[in-house]
């Protein structure tokens, strides 16, 4: 499998962004995805995770209500729209992948991993 993730970029606090996640290599529909992030001088960390039929989304506490995760299908993508944004929102946001219908918001339980996209709000 491999991803990409992309739509990272400097923003303001309080701005949006929305980032992309294409995979390609296996049946999309067969994947629960997640995204995680990790800030300079910090551990990789649950962001947000939808189950492989989009039946159930997950959220770290620090981003309910701001961030909403979906998927679509037929584009083989899945997103993460980032709504209120703050600067403790600042890191490279990974897209990650497993072949379960439930999530997990540790990343060793992740199979495949993208590239990261950068994330910088400016206060």
């Known amino acids: 499998v491999q991803l990409q993730a992309s739509g990272g970029g400097l923003v303001r606090a309080g701005g949006s962004l929305r980032l992309s996640c294409a995979a390609s290599g296996r049946t999309f529909s067969s994947l629960s995805m997640g995204w995680f992030r990790q800030a300079p001088g910090k551990e990789r960390e649950f962001v947000s995770a939808i189950t492989r039929s989009g039946d159930r989304t997950y959220y770290a506490d620090s981003v309910k209500g701001r961030f909403t995760i979906s998927r679509d299908t037929a584009k083989n993508t899945v997103y993460l729209q980032m709504n209120s944004m703050k600067p403790e929102d600042t890191a490279v946001y990974y897209c990650?992948?497993?072949?379960?219908?439930?999530?997990?918001?540790?990343?060793?339980?992740?199979?495949?991993w993208g590239q990261g996209t950068l994330v910088t709000v400016s206060s």
């Open positions: 990650a992948a497993r072949p379960y219908h439930y999530y997990s918001s540790r990343p060793t339980d992740y199979n495949y």
